[in-house]
């Protein structure tokens, strides 16, 4: 009640004891302000203060060098060392089969065995040729010799006469030349009745049987008569990409699996890299050999090569914790006086948690172990020492 009395009697005064009192007015709105604030926080109950903000513990790591080993699995195929399909070069008609589906041949060994009964004509052809040329040869050639005897008596034979007997005579050699080079042909021919295995191997596929009509054209040549492979050393070709062309050379040895025997690693040895990139697969091809003596590998299938990477020069190692990748950016927090600073980096390989970073960090580098957008880019930071 005297507080509103109060109020009353201060704002009552007229302008004029305002304007010469002004001073004493201000006073007492000042006065006034307080005591209405006291009122206010009069009512029992204590002002709480915020409390300050909690700084959560941090825990973080050293930045060292070392040597990160890791793998790399890529799929690759096993295919045959050699592998050849046989044809029948002339027409013809099979015979007799010596081989069939999974028969281990040696080179050279007789395969097939075929007919053709116009070669044994143009074979008779051919001969009667040729012994026909080679009395006529025969014949001018006593000729010229019996002429050059008797020309050494002067007068007896014109020059001429002795020209024309030696032109008979060569041409007679030319044409037995010729009927040999044709026997030689149709003999040829005749051996390619009989198809016999260029290398040791084994025959993976058989398309003929005997009486079967065979040739470079025609019904029966659309498929080869056999498929040769050679299985006892097989060829494991994979594509590597182009970031890891680097840790593969000539005569490293590398692990395979294959899916029949999941449980059971095989060695191959690096034989032939291609030394350019296939333009549509960015990566190189790369040949192993295998060694297969059992045969338990077969060609066609499909493995999983496991490739080391392993480096010869030291990098920055960190737990895989401590990168932040973000949409925008990839980054570990740096700790610098207790304050966060975030450092942008490049991931290298992985591997048991711990990865390979690139950037501008220094050896002793103090980097927060749990890195998180949640750590503000110089906010200040609890270290756990």
């Known amino acids: 009640m005297q507080l509103r009395n109060l109020i009353h009697n201060v704002y009552s005064f007229t302008p004029s004891r305002l304007v010469k009192g002004s001073t004493g007015f201000m006073l007492i709105g000042a006065g006034l302000l307080g005591l209405l604030q006291s009122c206010n926080s009069s009512n029992g109950e204590t002002p709480v203060k915020e409390a300050a903000p909690v700084v959560a513990t941090t825990e973080v790591v050293t930045l060292q ?82 002429l050059l005897e008797t020309s050494k008596t002067p007068g007896t034979i014109s020059q001429n006469d002795l020209d024309q007997a030696m032109a008979k005579k060569n041409s007679d050699f030319a044409q037995w030349d010729a009927a040999k080079a044709q026997s030689r042909e149709v003999a040829n021919r005749k051996a390619y009745l009989e198809v016999r295995a260029p290398f040791n191997g084994v025959i993976t596929a058989r398309n003929a049987n005997p009486g079967a009509y065979v040739g470079p054209s025609g019904k029966g040549s659309e498929f080869p008569l056999f498929t040769l492979q050679e299985q006892k050393k097989l060829r494991l070709v994979i594509y590597v990409p182009e970031a890891y062309t680097g840790y593969l050379n000539q005569q490293d040895k590398v692990k395979f699996t294959v899916n029949a025997f999941p449980n059971e690693k095989f060695t191959a040895q690096v034989k032939r890299l291609a030394g350019a990139l296939d333009l549509r697969l960015r990566s190189q091809r790369i040949e192993m050999d295998v060694t297969n003596d059992n045969k338990k590998l077969l060609p066609g299938m499909v493995s999983n090569v496991i490739i080391p990477l392993s480096t010869k020069d030291s990098t920055f ?69």
């Open 65 to 146: 060098k070392g040597m990160l080993s890791s793998s790399l699995q890529i799929p690759g195929e096993l295919l045959a060392f050699q592998q050849v399909d046989l044809y029948a070069k002339e027409n013809s008609f099979v015979r007799k089969l010596f081989v069939d589906v999974g028969s281990e041949v040696k080179a050279g060994q007789l395969l097939v065995s075929m007919e053709a009964p116009e070669l044994g004509s143009l074979e008779a052809a051919a001969q009667s040729r040729l012994k026909s040329q080679e009395a006529l040869y025969i014949a001018s050639k006593s000729n010229y010799e019996r």
């Open 317 to 385: 190692i960190l737990p895989k914790s401590a990168i932040v990748s973000s949409q925008e950016r990839v980054f570990v927090v740096k700790v610098v006086n207790n304050k966060a600073v975030w450092v942008d980096v490049k991931k290298g390989r992985e591997n048991d948690g711990k990865v390979e970073v690139f950037g501008e960090l220094s050896a002793g580098d103090t980097i927060v172990k749990v890195g998180s957008e949640e750590v503000r880019d110089g906010s200040t930071l609890n270290i756990k020492q």
